[in-house]
């Protein structure tokens, strides 16, 4: 598919510096792209390769003065990342417009409600009660349970796994192999050693605009819900045990665990591979850093912690430029410890 400048600086609202019917067929990085290619550039480490590029069109900040002249055609606007995400919606956008009706083999319940232009891939389940959303595209090797909503515009990748009375906003993106709505992990412990299982009997709710990646699992509650707010990004091979709660906005990267009934509050960002305890909240704004296992909960806003088990910050640096130096603190305090001693005797033979 083939766009031109001027196309492209009506999606993302840019001004043009060049040939307004230069074309395009698809995109790469600045360093590496060719003609007939779209590149960006937004990090100043990089704008050597804008006299040096083979792109035909590139998208830069309104603020960037330029060293030399160049062929290629410009598309100024205030921010080049954002307007470069902005044209990339809008290219995968035109494609899944293309992705319509319901592949074969598949099973669509006859109760299951299914608004238009909405896609089904092959080797997938539509369960009883199902209710699908406009624009709605569902890849191949999908399983929707009884009773599941999706909303408008929501994409779910191959091989997602949603139980039953799930319900999924609009503009959602769960991507492959992520499991909705299994069981928390819920157990009485007995008299005689053994574990009672505890039905849970809640669902978990997506948020409209919410981003899940490949591989996660969130559990459902075991009564109310589970839920991940507007707009909230998770990356890959997350867990979210039962009836916690994401806030707004906040973002998760890979591997983190968070234990049952948490409550994480909005625009928090939490680093690869932090652990977090159940019952406890985490404060609007707060970060947690790789790795990091959170064991109590962060009532301050916009505090940061690091560490197993997390400690504050900048607490924690200072105490690591003192371990750092222990060795040279040892040999400084036997220095003195001599000197003391030559002292005393010293004294002593006066």
């Given at each position: 598919m083939e766009f031109s400048a001027s196309q492209?600086?009506?999606?993302?609202?840019?001004?043009?510096?060049?040939?307004?019917?230069a074309t395009?067929?698809?995109?790469?990085?600045?360093?590496?792209?060719?003609?007939?290619?779209?590149a960006f550039l937004a990090n100043p480490k990089y704008e050597d390769y804008l006299y040096s590029?083979?792109?035909?069109?590139?998208?830069?900040?309104?603020?960037l003065e330029l060293r030399?002249?160049?062929?290629?055609?410009?598309?100024?606007?205030?921010?080049?990342?954002?307007?470069?995400?902005?044209?990339?919606q809008a290219?995968?956008?035109?494609?899944?417009?293309?992705?319509?009706?319901?592949?074969?083999?598949?099973?669509?319940?006859?109760?299951?409600?299914?608004a238009e232009n909405v896609f089904v891939g092959a080797f997938t389940y539509i369960g009883e009660n199902v209710?699908?959303?406009?624009?709605?595209?569902?890849?191949?090797?999908?399983?929707?349970?009884?009773?599941?909503?999706?909303?408008?515009?929501?994409?779910?990748?191959?091989?997602?796994?949603?139980?039953h009375n799930c319900v999924i906003g609009n503009k959602v993106i769960i991507h492959a192999g992520t499991v909705l709505g299994g069981d928390g992990?819920?157990?009485?412990?007995?008299?005689?050693?053994?574990?009672?299982?505890?039905?849970?009997?809640?669902n978990v709710v997506v948020e409209d605009e919410v981003e899940i990646g490949s591989n996660c699992t969130i559990d459902r509650a075991t009564m109310g819900s589970t839920i991940i707010h507007h707009g909230a990004k998770l990356d890959n091979l997350i867990q979210i045990a039962h009836n916690v709660e994401i806030g707004t906005y906040t973002v998760i990267a890979a591997q983190t665990g968070i234990s049952g009934s948490t409550k994480i509050g909005s625009r928090v960002m939490i680093g690869g591979q932090a652990g977090i305890v159940g019952h406890i909240t985490i404060a609007d704004g707060s970060r947690i850093n790789a790795q990091s296992g959170v064991s109590k909960s962060m009532k301050q806003p916009n505090s940061v912690v690091t560490g197993s088990p997390a400690f504050d910050y900048t607490s924690?640096?200072?105490?690591?430029?003192?371990?750092?130096?222990?060795?040279?603190?040892?040999?400084?305090?036997?220095?003195?410890?001599?000197?003391?001693?030559?002292?005393?005797?010293?004294?002593?033979?006066?």
């Open positions: 492209i600086a009506l999606i993302i609202k840019g001004s043009l510096e060049g040939n307004p019917n395009v067929n698809s995109f790469n990085k600045i360093e590496e792209a060719v003609a007939g290619q779209l590029t083979g792109a035909s069109i590139i998208i830069i900040n309104e603020s030399q002249s160049i062929d290629a055609t410009l598309i100024r606007v205030p921010d080049a990342y954002s307007a470069f995400a902005t044209l990339l290219y995968e956008q035109i494609m899944e417009q293309k992705m319509v009706g319901i592949q074969e083999p598949s099973f669509v319940a006859k109760s299951a409600t299914i209710k699908l959303g406009k624009n709605v595209k569902i890849h191949p090797h999908c399983y929707i349970g009884n009773g599941v909503v999706i909303g408008d515009n929501s994409v779910i990748n191959p091989g997602v796994k949603i139980y992990f819920g157990f009485a412990p007995q008299p005689d050693g053994t574990y009672k299982k505890v039905p849970q009997i809640g924690t640096l200072r105490s690591q430029a003192i371990f750092r130096n222990l060795p040279d603190l040892e040999k400084r305090i036997a220095e003195l410890e001599f000197l003391i001693k030559q002292l005393m005797a010293e004294k002593e033979s006066i």
